[in-house]
């Protein structure tokens, strides 16, 4: 049986990077709101595209290879996410955070993600500047 030497390298990477991820402690919990307050709008923070470029090594392998399909949890073609809107990958991102997408992988990635980290690599990839690999 042969493997995919990109396909071990990129699980190597999302599994020692989930380890790690889960291997944080928990964020101090917020004070409740007011119960006659009504819940404030999400809207996104600014993002700023170099720190988002920083933070970009746990996409890169997926989404910034043209063409690339994966095969867990199912085989499926990866969106390549340089140039989608930026509110788009914001909304992605805290519904894969929040549990209300499906993909394993992206919601354990999301998971770790703070709404800084977020704003700032949605700016990032809205900007359609990503360095995309050949497969």
């Keep these: 049986m042969t493997f995919n030497p990109m396909l071990l390298a990129v699980a190597a990477a999302v599994l020692t990077w989930s380890s ?24 996104p923070a600014a993002g700023d595209p170099v720190k988002g470029q920083a933070g970009t090594r746990m996409c ?34 805290r519904e894969y955070r929040a ?6 992988s992206m919601r354990q990635i999301a998971a770790s993600l703070s709404d800084a980290d977020i704003a700032n690599l949605a700016a990032y990839y809205a900007r359609g500047i990503s360095q995309v690999a050949a497969k």
């Excluded at 790690?20 to 809207?43: E, G, R």
């Excluded at 549990?99 to 394993?104: I, L």
Aim: glycine share 6%.
């Design 20 to 43: 790690a991820a889960l291997a944080q402690a928990p964020a101090a919990p917020q004070a409740a709101p007011a119960a006659d307050a009504a819940p404030a709008p999400a809207a």
């Design 99 to 104: 549990g209300e997408r499906q993909h394993p």
């Design 60 to 93: 890169s392998g997926c989404h910034e290879i043209q063409g690339w399909h994966t095969a867990y949890p199912e085989v499926y073609h990866v969106p390549k996410i340089a140039g989608q809107n930026e509110a788009y990958i914001v909304a992605a991102l």
